[in-house]
Every structure is written in structure tokens, then in C-alpha cells.
């Protein structure tokens, strides 16, 4: 089974430019998670999608960060216009969408450096 | 607001030691407990978690945490470190509502040598 897989690996831009990360989930996991950790800092939540719908996106540092989940199935994260504190580790997370409590699934993350 | 706080930022430790990893959580409802390692190169994953019942809780490769409700600790353990070990081990924690997201420590980075 395909685990939870991130594109690109790495991405260097300059400040005020544009990048757009990918996540794949588990295949039929409704839930996909965001998260970023910013360098020396913790990893810390941004959204939460169930399915296509944001279900919780009180992480959002700002609206020059748009996430959307068209179809439910792999999600994009967008910075536009990018800044240098944007630098950091995004992780995408997936899990079942169950009545209890599940553990989630980690992508290996996409290393963004904003120079 | 919730808060995890992990008191190691980084141990060094010679292979066949003991491990002992503190974890402490703030928040005074109900939650799910997790211990995440990160290896070189690779992605998070799962060591252990504990939902309810036995607070002992053992995991992968050896790595066991107890669960202390009157201290608000999960501290990971592992009676003997082997090279393999060195990773950067995350204590996370959410609430026991199904979905939420997980509140992260800082993560410690384990540095074995042989």
C-alpha cells in the first residue's frame, strides 16, 4: 500500500515568488492534515480537510496561504506571495475518517527555503 | 491552550544504554498520547500510542511509554539504545474526539554511537 507521498522534496524560491506543495494521501483516508516546522521550532498544525471540506484551518498563519482538496482526494498548499519566515518543513498527514481515534500518517515532507 | 513539552532537546548515548525520553502535556480533558520518530532521511512514523487502558504502552523496535495521568507525562524508555536508534523522537498529543489534529513537542534528537 502507496503511503502518504509529498512533491517536491525540495523547493528554493525567492521571496515574493510563488510555490504550490502537494500531498497524495492513503488512498480512501478522508482525513488529511497539514503541518509545518519552522526551523528550531515545533511541528505545528495548519488545516484539516474531511474529504474536500476544511474542517478545522485555524493553523493558517495567513491568507497568503491557500490550501484546497479538490474531489476530496490529493490536496495542494499554496504561498503566494512567498516570505523568508515561510521557510521550513511541510508535512501532509493522513487518516481514516472513523468514529474513534486513529493514528495519523506522515509524508516525508516537502523543505521549503524561502531566500 | 494545549501544550507538549519535551525536556531534551538533544542526548547523545554510547549503544547499549538505557533511554529515557520526558514528555509532559497540558490540558486537563481526556487525550490520545503518541510517540513519533523521524530517521534520517525518512518520514514520520508511529512508535507507539496510548489510547486508554494498561498506561504501559509498548511500541516498535523495543521502545515502551507510561502513561502517568496525576503527572500529565508520557516519557518514552527503551532499556538498551542500539546505533540504529539515532533519529529525532516527537511526543504528540490530541484530544479524544476523532480527527482532531495533533499538538507537537519539539522533538529530541538521539545521537547513538557505537
Known amino acids: 500500500e502507496a503511503g502518504v507521498t509529498q512533491f517536491p522534496s525540495h523547493s528554493v524560491i525567492e521571496k515574493g515568488q510563488t510555490v504550490t506543495l502537494r500531498c497524495d494521501p492513503i488512498?480512501?483516508?478522508?482525513?488529511l492534515y497539514w503541518y509545518r516546522r519552522v526551523m528550531g521550532k515545533e511541528i505545528k498544525f495548519l488545516l484539516h480537510?474531511?474529504?474536500?471540506?476544511?474542517?478545522?484551518e485555524s493553523g493558517m498563519p495567513n491568507n497568503r496561504f491557500l490550501a484546497e482538496r479538490t474531489g476530496g482526494t490529493y490536496s495542494t498548499l499554496k504561498v503566494q506571495p512567498a516570505e523568508l519566515e515561510d521557510s521550513g518543513v511541510y508535512f501532509c498527514a493522513s487518516s481514516p475518517r472513523t468514529a474513534f481515534v486513529t493514528e495519523a500518517f506522515f509524508g516525508q515532507g516537502t523543505r521549503l527555503t524561502v531566500v | 491552550a494545549q501544550s507538549v513539552s519535551q525536556h531534551n532537546h538533544h542526548v547523545i548515548l554510547s549503544e547499549a544504554a538505557s533511554l529515557e525520553l520526558g514528555c509532559n502535556y497540558s490540558?486537563?480533558?481526556?487525550?490520545?498520547l503518541f510517540w513519533y520518530v523521524q530517521y534520517p532521511g525518512q518520514h514520520l512514523q508511529l512508535l507507539l500510542k496510548y489510547f486508554s487502558g494498561d498506561p504501559l504502552v509498548k511500541g516498535i523496535k523495543g521502545f515502551e511509554a507510561e502513561f502517568i495521568k496525576s503527572k500529565f507525562s508520557f516519557n518514552l524508555r527503551k532499556p538498551s539504545v542500539q546505533w540504529s536508534d539515532t533519529a529525532e523522537y516527537f511526543c504528540?498529543?490530541?484530544?479524544?474526539?476523532?480527527?482532531?489534529?495533533?499538538?507537537f513537542g519539539k522533538g529530541t534528537t538521539l545521537s547513538v554511537s557505537s
Open positions: 480537510f474531511v474529504k474536500e471540506s476544511k474542517q478545522d
Open positions: 504528540a498529543v490530541n484530544t479524544n474526539q476523532a480527527g482532531t489534529a495533533l499538538i
Open positions: 490540558y486537563g480533558g481526556t487525550v490520545n
Open positions: 488512498s480512501g483516508h478522508d482525513n
